[in-house]
């Protein structure tokens, strides 16, 4: 009988089932924001086919191009000298609609079911990134119709980010924080690289396939978040992390038997089916100005800006940078390109486990991030000088780029919107992340628009330009660098003390 077991196995059954359901949130929001990522990737990688030299391809029987046309092969409007502009306002009709509508999500997360909200967004994503590539197969060559496709997918996409950052908030405590998001952030890199892969497969021939199967999997993505996923621990009658009752719940009631040594799991149980069954037990969503008061939100969210910037230049130019320096083909330029991502997924990991390890959430960054200024500079000037050189310091440059951006947007973001000054109300995740990482959209959305628009004046200019925004996002940082190191000198004198005593 369930009633005669020891209370000891009720315990490892217990953790057992709460761990299980813990890894499958953990697992199935990785794919999900893994096929958002993938479905964004393949623009980057189709660009040096959109246009490219045609003088060396053979003119077809019935071309009516002049034999002198050395971009009869590219695909109109983006077939014109100022292709460059032309495709950045491709991406920035993506990013800055992303970016918009970033704030507007966080909101909507926090008062609509997330199961519901994160489906629909993946369905609407899969449908504009197919439609975007269904253009090459109904032959559209006008630019206004993948900019509104753009316009539109940027908007779905913005369903993703505040949503899955809550669910994680919702089932994971701080404990270990940064690691775990740092590992799970790695969604992030692994959807660039599937988008490259996939997209470099077709890229030669129909590219438009390169959009519609990532569509294709985002949409079917959909329909196994809808079926599966699990907004809260009470819903399955697993206990709640512990920042849904933070300890000034349990000071305000010393002599509450839960609170004991002897307490036992059943009383966390009863607490986590009364909460879910009393609605009015739930405490009332953030506004964003209440968001914005939260200290250390507006230091990263500027710094996040400057460092999405960085992150997302990459993103979107990376592969033409190679195409054009290294001279690469577009499917061998957009492979080496993910060696970037593979960097990131390491950076990721490593800045999460540096940060729980020392409790320094902005140093890390800011360490990362003044490393990553000199790494940029060497990669621009000495990367190409041989396939060795050029994949160690992608690697390198990956990680130390996308680490901080990684942190920033995961465990920084899931810390300030539990903040103990939130008096345990985690309805502030989902709003605290939209303002972060919209604020860092902005930057995604700069940095590919400035890319387009200094390219045209050389390369060097555009890594200029990328040291100037990473240098910048370290110095919006040193008032909480600061306060980090003061909380660290605190710690090590409360420390000596204790051993003098």
């Known amino acids: 009988m369930r009633s005669s077991l020891a209370p000891g196995v009720w315990f490892l059954r217990a953790f057992s089932r709460d761990s299980w359901f813990r890894g499958f949130i953990l697992l199935l929001t990785f794919f999900i924001y893994t096929c958002y990522h993938m479905s964004r990737k393949p623009i980057s990688v189709v660009k040096s086919r959109l246009h490219q030299n045609c003088s060396e391809l053979i003119h077809p029987i019935n071309d009516t191009h002049s034999l002198n046309d050395t971009t009869w092969c590219s695909w109109a409007p983006f077939d014109q000298n100022n292709y460059k502009e032309l495709l950045g306002a491709v991406d920035n009709a993506f990013l800055v609609a992303y970016a918009i509508g970033m704030f507007i999500s966080g909101i909507f997360g926090e008062r609509l079911p997330l199961r519901y909200y994160l489906s629909a967004g993946m369905l609407l994503s899969g449908l504009f990134t197919a439609l975007f590539g269904l253009g090459y197969f109904w032959k ?13 997918n940027g908007l779905a996409q913005t369903t993703g980010w505040p949503s899955v950052v809550t669910c994680v908030g919702n089932w994971f405590g701080k404990g270990k924080r940064g690691l775990i998001m740092g590992v799970w952030n790695s969604h992030t890199s692994v ?94 969503a953030i506004s964003f100005l209440g968001a914005l008061r939260i200290p250390g939100v507006i230091e990263f969210s500027l710094c996040l800006l400057f460092a999405k910037l960085v992150s997302y230049t990459f993103l979107y130019w990376l592969p033409l940078y190679i195409f054009n320096v290294a001279h690469f083909g577009a499917k061998e330029a957009g492979d080496l390109s993910t060696l970037f991502d593979v960097g990131g997924i390491i950076g990721g990991i490593v800045a999460g ?22 790494m940029m500079f060497l990669y621009n000037h000495f990367g190409q000088n041989g396939i060795t050189s050029s994949i160690v310091m992608l690697i390198v440059c990956g990680a130390l780029v996308n680490g901080p951006y990684a942190l920033i ?58 040291i100037s925004a990473d240098i910048l996002a370290c110095l919006l940082l040193c008032r909480l660098v600061y306060k980090e190191i003061l909380a660290w000198k605190s710690s090590m004198s409360r420390n000596r003390g204790y051993k003098e005593i």
């Open 140 to 152: 559209i060559h006008m630019l206004w119709y993948f900019v509104l496709i753009q316009i539109f």
């Open 191 to 284: 959807g660039n690289i599937l988008g490259s892969l996939i997209a470099g497969v077709w890229v030669n021939g129909q590219w438009g396939l390169s959009f519609v199967v990532p569509g294709i999997i985002t949409a079917a993505m959909g329909v196994i978040t809808f079926l599966f996923l699990i907004e809260y621990p009470e819903d399955v009658d697993c206990t709640p992390p512990q920042h849904h009752g933070g300890p000034e719940e349990k000071e305000d009631n010393p002599e509450d038997p839960g609170n004991g040594p002897y307490s036992s799991r059943e009383s966390s149980l009863d607490t986590a089916t009364r909460c879910s069954k009393e609605p009015s037990t739930q405490p009332a």
């Open 353 to 374: 486990l540096i940060s729980d390890y020392t409790n320094g959430r902005a140093t890390t960054c800011c360490i990362m991030l003044i490393l990553a200024a000199p």
């Open 409 to 466: 947007t995961t465990a920084v973001s899931a810390d300030l919107g539990t903040h103990k000054s939130l008096k345990g109300n985690a309805k502030a995740l989902s709003t605290v992340t939209a303002i972060i990482d919209g604020t860092g959209s902005i930057g995604a959305a700069l940095g590919p628009l400035l890319a387009g628009l200094i390219s045209p004046t050389g390369w060097n200019n555009v890594f200029y330009m990328l």
